[in-house]
């Protein structure tokens, strides 16, 4: 390519803007090489294609001077100040740089106010936590009575998903909803190391030993998970355990924020594990509980189910894992997550059931209906672990007694109790303790049975647990249960026993249990 017009002239200019002229390498490096009229004549002989350009014009209206670089084989204008592209107007960036320069600095600016406001907010969760650390909430008076968020009629729903997250969130606005200290999760972090200390694993949480700033040995249970149904088991324990106090029930401290990294409940540290542990667990040997104390335990918990049904609360979760021993063997009922209020003025609530195997009502297994005397059955389970020393639930024992609630009733119809008690408790070599375990295992047997109306009240539980134990002998019903009948057909049968089949064994076991696993201890 050769410009014709090395020189040119406004004159020129004015007929022809910019000519280039197209002809072969060959002719072109000859041209080069020696310039004369003869070669530049050879090389248009070859033939040539003739390109017109613009830019030129513009060029010298902007006070420049055409040219064409062999450098870059394009057009330039000569400048006074320096050569330019097209004119002395232009800044000398193409537009594609011009567009890249552009691109480049929005993607600067958007990253700097993500990280400002990454900043910001990191600002203002640091300051929210440390506004609630160990912050403590005024204290609402709760009356159990009060049943003002529940239905008045006799089917009572759950509690709906609208109101609770409103009634959690409050915690962040200092509301007197929760009388109970708040905590920040670093705060726990720190006490429990990182939660590197487990204590056990529960039915809703991994449980942690943790010692406060103020000295305070503390629990701390992590939530599995951050669902809808764990917030509500959150709150629910929250509002149960805020206002309660029973020397037999365990105590909340305080918990997180539901706006809090994770969802922790912090309770006192009870150091002798749970009863569970003393009957079948790691701490039953070499020491297993002797029978005083195993009936004072037996007394302590019905003491603190019976204050919770007077107090219109199911505990739903009764179970010797739910029952935590501390130094002294003083009983501290735990685990408050599926506990529910119950109106004073209703005889059940509907609800779908919880609990765990072995220990759940059939009448609420089968037909959804929720009372206080759900609580009853349960227990009748504990008395016979007491007893028995044996597991609710053991699946290497034969199919008919897998399930122990099932066991025991079989037992004590068949007139076969020595079959079922621990041998070890002096059953068969002190006629004292034989006595009261027959005591305990016939009022075990009424806690067992199918229909919830002959089930003693927590109440009636306790006086006759202390008649036990203060050897004042109180008679049972006489047609509810009389298990030291001898002869006849079917000793001690159960009045009205339906045909049903057990409710919780892994053979009829058809929905999953909330609690699930034998350790939630703290």
Not at 142 to 160: D, G, N, V
Not at 225 to 231: A, F, P
Not at 373 to 401: C, M, N, P, Q, W
Not at 439 to 454: H, I, K, M, P, Y
Request: one cysteine or more.
């Amino acid at each position: 390519m050769i410009n014709l017009f090395r020189s040119p002239t406004k004159s020129m200019l004015s007929r022809i803007i910019w000519m280039l002229f197209v002809i072969p390498s060959c002719a072109l490096n000859k041209l080069e090489e020696s310039p004369s009229q003869d070669n530049l004549e050879n090389a248009l002989d070859h033939g040539f294609e003739l390109g017109v350009n613009n830019d030129c014009s513009q060029c010298i209206e902007s006070g420049g001077a055409c040219g064409y670089s062999q450098k870059s084989r394009s057009f330039i204008c000569y400048c006074v100040d320096k050569p330019h592209n097209r004119n002395c107007r232009d800044t000398g960036l193409s537009t594609a740089a011009k567009a890249g320069i552009g691109s480049a600095v929005g993607l600067v600016g958007v990253i700097l106010i993500a990280m400002g406001l990454f900043c910001l907010y990191r600002r203002r969760r640091k300051t929210q936590s440390d506004q609630y650390t160990s912050k403590d909430l005024p204290v609402t008076s709760y009356s159990s009575r009060e049943t003002s968020s529940y239905p008045t009629s006799t089917t009572i729903s759950s509690s709906s998903n609208h109101s609770l997250l409103p009634s959690i969130s409050n915690l962040r606005n200092g509301s007197t909803y929760f009388g109970v200290q708040v905590f920040s999760y670093e705060e726990l972090e720190e006490a429990t190391h990182n939660f590197s200390r487990e204590l056990g694993d529960g039915g809703f949480g991994t449980v942690y030993y943790g010692m406060l700033k103020d000295g305070r040995a503390v629990a701390v249970k992590r939530l599995y998970e951050r669902s809808l149904k764990r917030v509500e088991q959150f709150k629910n324990e929250i509002e149960i355990l805020k206002s309660l106090k029973h020397r037999n029930l365990v105590i909340l401290y305080g918990c997180t924020s539901r706006h809090s990294r994770e969802l922790l409940l912090v309770y006192e540290y009870i150091s002798n594990g749970t009863l569970a542990d003393h009957l079948h667990g790691d701490r039953a040997q070499p020491r297993p509980l002797c029978w005083p104390v195993r009936l004072n335990v037996a007394i302590e918990t019905a003491s603190a189910l019976s204050f919770l049904h007077k107090s219109g609360i199911i505990h739903r979760d009764v179970k010797t894992t739910n029952i935590l021993l501390d130094d002294e063997y003083t009983v501290k009922v735990a685990d408050f997550g599926l506990s529910r209020l119950f109106p004073m003025d209703q005889t059940h609530i509907s609800t779908a059931p919880q609990g765990t195997p072995g220990y759940v009502d059939p009448e609420y297994y089968q037909c959804y209906r929720l009372n206080e005397k759900s609580d009853v059955y349960s227990f009748g389970v504990v008395l016979t672990e007491l007893i028995s020393s044996k597991e609710a639930v053991d699946i290497t024992r034969h199919r008919h007694d897998i399930n122990l609630a099932n066991m025991a009733v079989s037992k004590i119809q068949n007139n076969a109790l020595h079959e079922l008690v621990d041998p070890s408790l002096g059953f068969a070599k002190d006629p004292e303790v034989k006595r009261k375990m027959m005591a305990v295992a016939e009022l075990a047997f009424r806690c067992l049975q199918q229909e919830r109306e002959v089930r003693p009240s927590m109440d009636e539980i306790v006086e006759i647990l202390k008649g036990i134990k203060g050897e004042n002998r109180v008679e049972s019903s006489p047609d509810v249960v009389d298990i030291e009948r001898s002869g006849g057909d079917d000793v001690g049968l159960l009045r009205h026993c339906h045909s049903v089949p057990p409710p919780i064994s892994p053979e009829t076991d058809k929905w999953t249990s909330s609690s699930d696993t034998a350790a939630s201890s703290f």
